[in-house]
DNA sequence: TTCGCAGGTAGACACTTGTATACTTCTGAA
DNA sequence: TTCAGAAGTATACAAGTGTCTACCTGCGAA
């Protein structure tokens, strides 16, 4: 990988999306959880990943899972919105440490877009209960996640876009349209995280199809003022 | 919009997704449904158009919303599994159907890409059920109704894909690679359709970001093969 | 006219759910 | 050492759930 040192042209690092970091929803101490509280959060976490999805989890399945009497639930959470979204906040605090691993991983080396792109996936595939909830609850019944999950996932996108952009990894595009760019990726390689996930034997060709995805973005933008004409112009000079 | 006779480089009619038919949701009669089983299915739209997701309705709460007793249900389906199945079959008579229609019309008039789009928009507003029940279920926990819905995506991405190849509307790209920007684009769409229906005001933004999207895919796909360093050379010639 | 049977109803079953009140245990500061 | 408050438990209740068996209705074929 020697060959790309300042491959601009097109995405390298492009998701800060959903990053990764090295043991995932277990022992965790900054998100000032402990006993009960977080035998509840991890229980929810079990669960989602198994068949449930965060909204249709029930206050003594999760007890019951976590080991503890249903009542105990309400010493921490008023109800079950709450409880949802604590669970979205221990998740995002997930992300944002993934965030700043591949930020420095990024810096001392200079990776090409494929391997990011296996890294992010990499990290999903470690965190498939937060990768599963985000999914799920995106689209989901519940306004108050809904909302949640697209704020973090714009921040995410924000901060892919001004890393480029600092970065100057992709030439000949708009700020806006690498923002807007960005936003798209992150939600692609989101929905795409599942069948990742679950389908082991496609694995590979989900990385090859979502790095093509990225690369038709950008280089498709820097073709973003062209007229038909010549464009057609520049399909025969390509041929 | 007579400036575009035989545009082709980018797509137009880039979705058979999920097209449109003029008075949606409400008497359909090709399905073989009557009587109580149709009550159920449509009280079922009904509650998933407000708050619910199709996995998480209950026998009695569907044969409240209809007006009939708990125990019809039985007369009809086995248990939910199948219901839910019927429910997506009753949806994809839809889908298809305006599928033809978009055909039909797309023959007649040569529409420019963003006519196209928002046709399809507007199809999913006319259904919203349909819309939200696709976009929930298919990242939902039930693994039956997920496969179910995959292949119908897929299947439509496939006459998408035929579609524009037939009518030579995007040149200078391979046959596999419009197949795949099709199932992208599908998918994107059908996320993006949840906003469009939910946030009356990013209406038109939002077909603008997925004319945008599609253009770009099929516009990065004709530099697919480009080498770095031949991709350099072309952006300074832009500039 | 009778019969079969699909469609719809009624009541009951065991079970789960969210929530409230009251009781116990643990723990850390005064 | 005491004692307050946090964390956890026990019991109870009304309401909701899926499913079973039994009964009633209307209607087309025999």
Redesign the pocket.
Known sequence: MAESKRTWMYSQRFSEALPTRPFPEAERSMNLM????L??VQAALRLITETRSLTS????????EA??????????F???DEFGLQVLDYIAEDMKAGVRQLRQMAASSEQASHETVAFVYHYFLANPAATTVAVRELHGPSAVLRQALEAQLDASAREMAEDILERRLVAGVAAETIHEISRMTIRYILFRAMDYIEKPHQRESIQQETERFINRQFRGALLDDLSPARLEQLVTTLV
Chains 1, 2 share one sequence.
């Open positions: 402990t006993g009960g509280k035998k509840l989890l029930g206050l003594r399945e999760l007890a019951r080991g503890l009497n249903p009542n105990t639930f309400y010493r921490h008023k109800n079950l």
